[in-house]
């Protein structure tokens, strides 16, 4: 140690100039690389302006006139060079990852940054190395693990990106071949079959039963039926546009075949994407609070350093040592872990998060979860788990409802309405159910339509034999669903080859005439249970059936001669079903003070079913009476919202900007593409990793890697105790640094020597600023935190009265390490007392710790041995300075003698006063408290 001390004894005053002048144009750097990357790159790819051909008032043939394609040879190799050169790759244009360079520069931003470089070159200046040193060092070390944090999230999040389509099927040169998807243009013949991914927009040409989930994009859960007639209507939102398809919808049933009309940023995909890059990011309250604490702090610095100095030169002390004082306590004044500490507790706190399946890609956002005050969610994908469910049946006039089995998750069973297990027989319910049905398994999942997945579900789980039942009833013919006609039906050869029976589902108005009924009155009751089921929410639909003689003639080109005087069988009611998880979730939130809003594309009724499932309370408000609804309006009545149905995506961006507005700290979760601008215009956007497109991940400030909602709360609860460890850190630096402080400020005026050295002070800022402080970074949250309303966004880390009583903890300090000192002059000689000083302020800090715990608390609680690491670096400490003080090259170092057993009793006694005087203000407090 003596070595190290010869060492930076012949360091000068240059080396470190030159070294605080260096990290001087690190931060100029970053904060010139910062403005210069503030444009998002997207903004310079302007998507074309609104194409003047609108494609879905085309004839299919005028389409194909438009684009010069043949649909019997596709386009020629010349003409996709040509297009392809033109129109330039089928991808999306996205934000390139920051570079090394840039995640570095960027750590030196922070204004606490500024005023620790501005203290180590005054210390330089003045020739106060050590503390210089110091200072750079802690600087460097906290940009470097800022640095290697969002290194990691970025690798992370790179990780994560997938291609939106692989591969093409495409129709050139008069054959069919399959091409990457990007290398698609416009004019080309794509094919398309039940499971594919779409690889860009067009307008369809062919269609036989096809069916497009669009959820992704337009928010709503049922699949779309297709079509190829021109449409009427120039203005129509994509939603309704049912003879166009959209990049990175899903075909859910049939198969089709379209022409390229748009490619790349020219997509509706593409045009959202572009939306992104008009949204600015906000500040996080992390960031707001710490520019404002360095902003406290260089004051406070600032007249210290004033009144010690004015007061010096007053007494006549020499103009150097003052300055050396005063600039020495000036640096004392500014806890220069903070940044260190803070970064660590984040870091760690974005370690923990990952291990509970959500990835951070912005250190600051895992503490804004923690004081987000609302959470805006979609619904399909997010509260529900995008697969329609069977959840009620009307069969034999009576009502069932569908339930898991108990301890299963695989099989159901069939309640009435005493929730008892049915005892009927539903052999003739569940035959148009799985005869009438186009669905297929493999063994690994199902596809087709999600309506009839889950009819086909519902008979497996109930312990049907479907492929028996397939095997037993040969299909003989089939009329395929068609909007027109709104149902399907199917012919089937009974097993002993006697007759034909006719199965038949579909709209239940339209099952319902098909079917003959014994009075007006019968065909009544059933449509007015049909509409009870509807108004719960459900998407209903009816099955009935006919009994044929073999000898019937099918013909396949009138077949529909057969659909008259069915019988009819029952109901179905199905529902895209919240998550289990989720409502627990939800519950944990409201607990928390935390609104949720439901904001979806789906239709009202649907979406106010499942928000009285979970619990969600509110008012309803349409899409189209958002539109009609001013700004003013809309802000006066957002809080009472709970539920937005039929929504777009630029009205999403409304009710955020409404509640961002009215103070809120927001939150939005979802998976689409239409979620996107929302995510990224809230405070913190929240992406769903499995379902999730890349939009919407490129968007958010966290993306959930299992797609569960309640990840949320612990993200939620994981960034509140972050920010109370934070707290804890700084009560416990900010009383320990002003203890230090008023100690060396009081002595020359009480004729007392020096209670400190340099080299002593600086000992007590870095082991007390460095593992007991650290380790309040992961102290463990307190079991009833999740029950407490979130703080105001514009809450100070550094209140008035929170340093009125730091101020107090650096009092008691004070006058117990003076008090030692003035005692043991009177005995010992002056290195012995300044000893024994130094010991006693050291083990104020190991009793302060608990107290910085524990701010409105007693510290005798079941959690008070809970942070292990706390402990242990308070032992570590302890251990320390008995070296300090009893090793005899650390005595040559340190300038201290050894101490007897009862001068550490002595020490020790002193410096428990703080701990006892804090608990007993706590318990006056609380006295206090219970009276009012």
């Known amino acids: ?72 040879q596709g386009l020629s190799t010349a003409k ?62 906290n940009a470097l693990l800022g640095f290697y944090q969002e290194f990691q999230a970025e690798k992370s999040l790179a990780s994560l990106k997938k291609m939106l389509a692989l591969e093409a099927k495409v129709f050139r040169d008069g054959h069919t071949t399959c091409i990457p998807a990007e290398q698609l243009v416009s004019g080309d013949i794509v094919l398309l079959s039940a499971g594919d991914k779409i690889p860009a927009d067009g307008r369809l040409l062919e269609t036989h039963g096809f069916e497009v989930d669009e959820s992704s994009l337009t928010g709503e859960s049922m699949p779309i039926n297709k079509h190829t007639q021109p449409l009427k209507k120039v203005q129509l939102p994509v939603a309704e546009q049912h003879n166009m398809v959209f990049m990175n919808t899903v075909v859910t049933r049939g198969h089709a075949k379209f022409i390229v009309t748009a490619t790349g940023m020219n997509t509706e995909m593409g045009k959202v994407a572009a939306l992104l890059a008009q949204s600015e990011e906000p500040r996080t309250p992390l ?79 895992v503490e804004t979860l923690g004081c987000i005050t609302v959470i805006c969610t979609d619904k399909t994908g997010t509260l529900t788990i995008n697969q329609m469910t069977v959840r009620a049946v009307y069969f034999q006039d009576q009502h069932y409802l569908i339930q898991d089995e108990e301890g299963s998750n695989v099989t159901r069973v069939i309640v009435d309405t005493k929730n008892q297990v049915a005892q009927v027989d539903f052999a003739p319910f569940f035959m148009p159910l799985v005869l009438c049905n186009n669905s297929r398994h493999n063994e690994h999942q199902r ?72 009075s007006p009155q019968e065909r009544l009751h059933i449509l007015n249970e049909n509409n009870a089921l509807a108004s719960t929410g459900l998407r209903v639909i009816a099955v009935a059936s006919k009994v044929l003689p073999a000898a019937a003639t099918l013909d396949t080109n009138n077949l529909n001669e057969h659909l008259h005087k069915l019988s009819f069988i029952g109901l179905v009611g199905l529902i895209d079903p919240p998550r289990n998880e989720v409502r627990a979730a939800l519950n944990l939130c409201q607990q928390a003070g935390i609104a949720v809003k439901m904001i979806t594309g789906d239709q009202a009724n649907t979406a106010v079913a499942i928000a009285h499932e979970l619990g969600l309370t509110g ?56 979620d996107a601008p ?25 993306i959930l890697m299992d797609d569960n909602f309640a990840t949320i709360t612990h993200a939620v609860h994981e960034g509140r105790n972050i920010y109370e460890n934070m707290i804890k850190f700084i009560r416990f630096q900010l009383s320990t640094n002003i203890g230090a402080i008023l100690t060396v400020a009081s002595a020359p005026f009480l004729d007392l020597p020096m209670p400190f050295t340099a080299v002593q002070l600086l000992w007590i800022n870095i082991i007390m600023d460095g593992p007991p402080a650290m380790s309040l970074g992961v102290d463990p949250g307190r079991p009833h935190i999740m029950q407490e309303p979130p703080r105001e966004p514009d809450t100070v880390i550094l209140s008035w009265q929170r340093l009125g009583n730091l101020f107090s903890y650096g009092c008691i300090m004070a006058c117990g390490t003076l008090y030692l000192l003035y005692l043991d002059l009177r005995t010992h000689s002056v290195i012995h007392a300044t000893t024994l000083a130094f010991t006693a302020f050291v083990l104020f800090q190991v009793f302060n710790v608990i107290n910085a715990r524990y701010e409105r608390i007693s510290a005798f609680n ?71």
């Open 447 to 518: 596809l087709g339509d999600p309506m009839e997945i889950a009819l086909l579900n519902l008979a497996h789980q109930s312990g049907v034999n479907t492929e028996l039942i397939t095997t037993a009833y040969p299909r003989l013919a089939e009329i395929p669903f068609d909007a027109r006609h709104q149902f399907m039906a199917t012919f089937h050869r009974t097993a002993n080859n006697d007759n034909v029976v006719l199965f038949v589902k579909g709209a239940p108005e339209k099952i319902i005439q098909l079917c003959a009924f014994t």
């Open 287 to 365: 960031q707001i609070q710490l520019d404002i604490l360095a902003k406290r702090l260089a004051t406070i610095a600032l007249l210290i350093v004033l009144i010690l100095f004015s007061a010096a030169l007053w007494r006549g002390e020499p103009l150097i040592q003052t300055a050396f004082t005063a600039i020495a306590l000036a640096i004392a004044a500014i806890p220069e872990g903070l940044p260190a500490v803070v970064t660590i507790t984040l870091a760690l706190g974005m370690q923990r998060m990952a291990k509970q399946h959500a990835i951070i890609k912005r250190l600051a956002a």
């Open 862 to 932: 079941k959690h008070l041995f809970a942070n292990k690491m706390l402990w242990l670096a308070m032992s570590v400490v302890i251990l320390l300075q008995i070296l300090v003080v009893h090793w005899t090259p650390a005595q040559a170092l340190f300038h201290t003698v050894d101490l007897t057993i009862y001068d550490w009793c002595l020490a020790t006694g002193a410096a428990s006063s703080i701990f006892i005087l804090d608990e007993m203000r706590k318990l006056m407090h609380k006295k206090i408290t219970r009276k009012v």
């Open 1 to 72: 140690m003596l070595m190290l001390l010869d060492v930076i004894n012949m360091l000068n005053a240059n080396v470190l100039a030159i070294s605080c002048l260096f990290l001087g144009v690190l931060l100029g750097a970053g904060l010139g690389f910062s403005l210069g990357k503030k444009r998002h790159p997207l903004l310079n790819v302007t998507p074309d302006a609104p194409t003047l051909i609108h494609w879905h008032c085309l004839s299919t043939s005028e389409t194909l006139h438009s684009l010069v394609t043949d649909i019997t």
């Open 619 to 674: 008012d309803v408000l349409t899409g189209q009476e958002l539109t009609e609804m001013d700004d003013v309006t809309l802000a006066a009545c957002i809080n009472s919202i709970g539920v937005f149905a039929r929504t777009a995506p630029e009205q999403k961006g409304r009710i955020v900007n409404a509640l961002k507005a009215d103070g809120h700290i927001v939150a939005m979760t979802g998976d689409g593409v239409n």
């Open 678 to 702: 929302a995510l990224k215009l809230a405070h913190i956007g929240i992406a769903m990793g499995i379902t999730g497109t890349d939009v919407a991940k490129e968007s958010a400030a966290m």
């Open 80 to 141: 996709v060079t040509e297009n392809l050169s033109l129109q330039g790759l089928n991808r999306l244009t996205q934000a390139p990852p920051r570079s090394p360079l840039h995640l570095f520069f960027a750590q030196f931003k922070s204004g606490l940054i500024v005023v620790l470089l501005c203290a180590a070159a005054i210390a330089a200046v003045i020739g106060d190395i050590k503390d210089g040193l110091i200072i750079i060092i802690v600087i460097i070390i």
